[in-house]
């Protein structure tokens, strides 16, 4: 994909990560493996983006990651066909990510609740508020 900057000034990182649907972290990476361009070149990180420039980059694949149903304790203070309020354990991780692959909220949500949403995306299960 390409973008053109229209002001520039700012950081090569930076600007990815303003023009683009990358994370700054996610452009780093990117620009050291040189899979991120401008005007077809291999700049460094910290190279200041001109207006006119293009940026050519890569949209990276979804990392998919296994969520697998697990029977795990849960305070559900009110579900319906529509939503769920649970009580989430303090220290309990919400989403499965590297690190955390179970014995988070979304694996129990799974277990107990048959039909949880992906309205947040099929690699991202339901979407879970936090209300304080």
Do not use: C, F
Not at 10 to 36: C, F, M, P, W, Y
Not at 54 to 61: F, M, Q, R
Not at 68 to 88: R, S, T
């Amino acid at each position: 994909m390409q973008v053109k900057v229209e002001i520039g000034g700012v950081r090569l990182d930076k600007a990815v990560a303003d023009l683009t649907s990358l994370s700054r972290s996610h452009a780093n990476e990117q620009i050291k493996n040189g899979q991120i361009l401008v005007n077809g070149q291999v700049k460094k990180a910290k190279y200041a983006v001109k207006a006119g420039d293009v940026i050519t980059y890569e949209l990276p694949e979804p990392e998919a990651l296994e969520y697998v149903a697990e029977n795990l304790p849960l305070d559900i203070v009110y579900q319906d066909e529509d939503v769920a309020v649970v009580n989430k354990a303090q220290g309990m991780v919400v989403h499965p990510s590297a690190g955390h692959t179970s014995g988070t909220l979304v694996n129990a949500l799974m277990y107990h609740i048959k039909d949880l949403s992906g309205i947040n995306g099929v690699l991202r299960l339901g979407i879970v508020h936090r209300i304080d």
